[in-house]
């Protein structure tokens, strides 16, 4: 049995090193017919790792990452594809910085204010994802699209509040939601060698991660919601109500969505402005693949994308384009599909040998046609 | 995650065959609209809503919606859901710009292609024989190709003459035509001002003059659609492959070679698309598509998987995107022409027994129209949002006649059908 689990382990390890391999070698092959050297680009990317302040961008990045991942995940686990996190964190994280800028918030506690922010982040993340989830469930409307659609509405949407005459102020040529004073902010926690700080809400990230692991391992609705997931017919043979699970799902996948832009917000930027990075919802998407929607796998994986773009940054001083990282990015998430795709088959066949030969009724597969 | 996703919601019980709608009936519908229009036109004074350099903005900003949603017609027709098409676009930008300021915009063309061409492929290896799901390979594809293309762009753009890290040199459009005699007369007819007429001079007028031969191809494109897939063996075969791919395997259908050759069509088809847009917008730039790959695949849903469909969604969109560019007081006319949309179609779910949807379409149509007469502008930061938002009320409201490929993202492999 125990080289049995060993050789689980490696299967279950070869898919994303294999991927992670593809990838670089692609990436090699791409910088060596453009005239570039490989071992050049390494060379930069290991060096900023020696610096602590790469280091912190990368955990932040992570834990931002880490978020979307865990949004787009309680969606994938029950079959639900949220692509709409990008719209419903962008949304979120504007509506309550303009809340948390509010002049009225400078009375308050500042344990009330942080609290409100967030609270208020995570009811328009919830909302905007339920928009999607009620179309599906009422109208049967592929929640891929309206999502996309979502998406698409919500940046106009922020393009029109981010107006001086509305929800920012206008600051020299940048146009941005009143800063969040003082008394609204989170603490970072100070990293030896950096003047950057690790964002305090990386425990929160943290606690969704724990309580993302907890319901869906511990509870009777992460049960009902992996049920549905794996085969909705027998999740509605054994009761359980599909449409409200979709919306349930729906609305807690936005709600965490909603908390994607919380960390850099009240810990960093402090304000939002157009700055804040688009796409942070796909990237989740890739992390959430790349982690099989497991809380530990994709802590792993947000910590490496965070890793990757973080040191990207040294790239173009080196006088190579930085997007050969995204070019990596990309061929990992499709080789990464891939190569579970092909460990799955290669499992199965490997089970049937072993189910045939305990049952000894293996035979030489006969020659077809012949 | 398959990207048939759940089921729940979608009414599954048969419809009863309606009766065949006549072709009249759809140009009848059509001039109905163009009078609704007309009429909002003459009460608002906005004369941007049907004027000739509308149509023919529209036209541009159409076509390359159009070819996005062929590429989305052909791939979903043989069962393979591409969302890569935005990605595939990018390619196509690029490409053309590459090839377009050295070699000419015909070559760009060509460029553009031959990209997006690879780019299919890449869709179809990863979904037919590596059987990923498709949304995860469409997604992974939309995350390579802007890196792809940007990447690229730095190395070969930067130090071009007008060139610069994220846009090239600038390009030759393709040659433009106007039929003589027809447009100028139908510009003194649109002139007038006289309620319908003009504005169906404005409407042929934008389509007779100064159009661009790439434009022409895209609408020989759309009718040769029609054709392959609807008219000859081949195009049978393929449908086949995305309602019943086991029945067409039994049949003796090779089914990935019908679906390798429709996602790389499909490819083609979004390459080309990107091309267009950089050629007839004289250059390349970083994230030029701005969503149109999206917006390509609602205009294919909303067009019902339909080439005629599609074109008008195409058409739709095309048209909004226009409005942005004009007048505001066109803009604001929107609203009011929304609004009669939406009371015309409560008015049609009320006859066929939804009450419920009438009812919600009655309420968001006097919305729109309160919020015409009670404004006197729509912010323009707004008006992007609108062919989205009409995406979502059809598909919200009127979706029940829409009907997907039975087979539509679901992974298909040889031999395992039960």
Known sequence: MRRLSLRAVLLGLAAPVGA?????????????????????????????????????IAVNNATNYYLAAVAVAIGFRMNLFNIGVDGQYRLAAMLSAALAGASFMDGLPSVLRVALTMIAAVLVGAFWAGIAGFLKVTRGVSEVISTIMLNAIATALVAFLLNPNRLAVLEGNDIHTPTITSGGQVPGIPYSGSSTEVHGLILVAVAIGVLYWFVLARTRFGFDLKATGLSESAAVASGVSVKKMVLASMLLSGAVAGLVGMPELLGGAHSYSLNFPPGIGFIGIAVALL?????????????????????????????????????????????????????RRYRVRLEQREVGKALGTIKVPEVVGS | MSGGGLSVGVETAPTPRKRRIRPGAYWLAALGA??????????????????RGTVQAALTAAVPIALAALGGLWSERAGVVNIGLEGMMVLGTWGAGFAAYQWGPWAGV?????????????????????????????????????GLALFLSKLYFTNAPGGGQKQSPPLTDAPHVTIPLLSPGLRSVEDRHWWLVSDVAGLLGGLVTSVSLLTIIAALLVIGSVFVLWRTPFG???????????????????VYLYKYAAVIASGAFAGLGGAFLAISSSQFRD????????????????????????AAGAGLFGYTDAMQLRG???????????????????????LSGHRVIAA????????????????????????????YVVTLLVLALAAQRLRMPKADGQIYRRGEGG
């Open chain 1, 20 to 56: 992670l391999v593809f990838a670089a070698a692609v990436c090699s092959v791409i910088l060596v017919v453009t005239g570039h050297s490989p071992a050049d680009v390494v060379d930069s990317m290991s060096a900023s790792l020696d610096r602590p302040r790469t280091t912190v």
């Open chain 1, 291 to 343: 982690g099989r929607n497991h809380p530990i796998g994709m802590a792993f994986a947000a910590l490496l994308w965070g890793y990757l773009d973080a040191s990207s940054n040294g790239l173009d001083v080196a006088g190579i384009p930085k997007e050969i990282v995204a070019i990596m990015q990309g061929v990992i998430v499709l080789s990464v599909v891939v190569a579970y795709e092909l460990v």
């Open chain 2, 34 to 51: 163009i009078a609704v229009i007309a009429l909002v036109r003459v009460l608002t004074g906005a004369t941007d809503l049907t004027s």
């Open chain 2, 110 to 146: 060509f460029f553009g292609l031959v990209l997006g061409t690879l780019a299919g492929l890449l869709h179809a290896l990863a979904t037919v024989t590596f059987g990923v799901d498709h949304i995860i390979s469409g997604v992974a594809i939309n995350l390579l190709a802007p």
């Open chain 2, 236 to 254: 049978l075969r393929l449908r086949s492959c995305g309602e019943a791919p086991v029945a067409a395997e039994s049949l003796g259908v090779n």
């Open chain 2, 287 to 310: 994230g030029q598509t701005g969503g149109r790959g999206f917006i390509g695949l609602a205009a294919m849903i909303f067009g019902n998987w339909r080439p005629g469909g599609l």
């Open chain 2, 328 to 350: 505001s007081d066109a803009v604001h006319a929107l609203l009011l022409l929304l609004g009669i949309a939406l009371l015309v179609l409560a008015v049609v779910q009320f």
């Open chain 2, 360 to 387: 919600v379409a009655a309420v968001l149509g006097i919305g729109f129209a309160w919020w015409f007469f009670a404004t006197d502008a729509l912010p323009p930061e707004l008006v992007g949002a609108a062919p």
